[in-house]
């Protein structure tokens, strides 16, 4: 929580520690990590790190800024879009690593703070992960742990983050409506920029739309066809791999290797406190809170998942509640499907509170102060943390209405 000590290194010893104290054998903790997660993830860093270097998101981004004929209302509008799109495909943190410095060249362009542009882009980027399987890490660990799949979270998921996306637009359009004004001499600079010379390697491109086309095409049908999602990213990662022709030290340089090992901890430590009872003792004293009620559990899971995940990192906060809510089903025997959805909406959803409550939050900030511009804790907070509420709510009308 103080973020004064690196998170993996702290995942890492915790996990380990309980080996050393013999609170579990080395072969009962390794067992109780889910390759399945890592395998996905794997899979779409290699995925997108091919992607990203042929220049495609640079070429959009330019191509959309023109259609919208530089005018900064209408192009964040068509960022948001992008960004909640590619969040749902690839994930939030690579989608803003790549949409933010184009962002930040259009902003310069247009002679705007970038501030009101960046924080819709974070806030959506949170959103459309919220959609998919594959869009943010705490989905990815619930659809491993549940067998639930890629169109499971999309037909489940995909429909409230619509009306959330609109809500939290309409919002953007209100309240910052006097900063998205600029001058027409600046609207021509966009109208000039050449979107084709972004492009650094066609045949690479043509090579990553076509697997990253069929990789969409296996999430889709992998329940039917029988196949882990894990094991579809990882088959096209490794097709990519070979037809690119890139260097492959180069991309699994690139792969980020302490997340990695910061789930793997994870895993290790929840497992640990499951296997000990704490799971158990937790989902008891829950249990007497909501009195087995589904109606009550749902919105409990929602609102103590969203109001946690602002303030906490998302993935240890699911790694512990995904064997909290399994006990809880096993103990009352009520259906806790819903619950699953409670928590992927509570988690993802809840990181847009505060500055600190997800990855691609924190990176924009430190993205904006080497641009010269400041994002403090309480000024991000001041919006993030309102509109979260804001989504919550319309989470808890959606979940109430369709499933409880």
Not at 6 to 34: C, K, P
Not at 39 to 63: D, H, P, Q, R
Not at 240 to 247: A, G, R
Request: charged share 15%; hydrophobic share 55%; proline share 3%.
């Amino acid at each position: 929580m103080s973020e004064k000590l690196n998170r993996t290194a702290v995942a890492m010893v915790g996990a380990f520690l309980m080996l050393i104290l013999n609170v579990e054998g080395q072969e009962q903790a390794f067992s109780h990590i889910d390759f399945n997660t890592i395998g996905l993830l794997v899979g779409m860093m290699i995925i997108v790190n091919i992607m990203k270097k042929s220049g495609i998101f640079e070429y959009v981004a330019i191509k959309a800024a023109k259609m919208a004929k530089g005018e900064p209302w209408k192009i964040l509008v068509a960022f948001s879009i992008i960004t909640a799109i590619s969040s749902a495909l690839l994930d939030n943190v690579t989608t803003i690593l790549l949409i933010v410095p184009v962002t930040l060249v259009i902003t310069d362009s247009l002679e705007l703070n970038p501030v009101p542009f960046l924080v819709p882009e974070i806030l959506i980027a949170n959103i459309g992960g919220t959609a998919t399987l594959i869009g943010d890490p705490p989905n990815i660990m619930i659809g491993s742990a549940t067998g639930l799949g890629f169109m499971d979270f999309l037909v489940n998921l995909a429909p409230v983050v619509v009306v959330i996306f609109i809500v939290t637009m309409l919002v953007f359009k209100f309240l910052f409506k006097k900063q998205y004004n600029c001058e027409d001499h600046n609207k021509f600079k966009i109208l000039q920029m050449d979107e084709n010379r972004a492009i650094k390697d066609m045949v690479l491109l043509k090579k990553s739309l076509f697997v990253l086309g069929f990789t969409i095409l296996g999430f889709i049908l992998h329940q039917s066809l029988g196949y882990e999602s894990a094991t579809i990213a990882l088959f096209f990662a490794s097709v990519l791999l070979l037809i690119s022709k890139v260097d492959v030290e180069d991309i699994f340089l690139e792969i980020e290797w302490p997340t990695l090992f910061f789930f793997m901890s994870l895993f290790i430590l929840v497992g640990a406190l499951e296997d000990v009872g704490v799971m158990e003792y937790l989902a008891e004293k829950l249990l007497s809170v909501t009195k087995g009620d589904p109606f009550m559990s749902t919105l409990l899971v929602l609102w103590v998942s969203a109001i946690a995940s602002s303030f906490l990192d998302n993935i240890p906060f699911v790694a512990t509640m995904i064997p909290l809510i399994k006990s809880m089903g096993a103990m009352s025997g009520m259906d806790i499907g819903p619950l699953w959805w409670a928590l992927a909406l509570g988690a993802c959803l809840g990181g847009n509170g505060t500055l600190v409550g997800a990855s691609a939050n924190v990176i924009v900030s430190g993205m904006l102060s080497r641009h010269g511009h400041k994002l403090s804790f309480m000024d991000y907070m001041k919006v993030g943390f309102p509109l979260m509420i804001l989504s919550i709510i319309i989470s808890s009308i959606y979940l109430t209405i369709f499933y409880v």
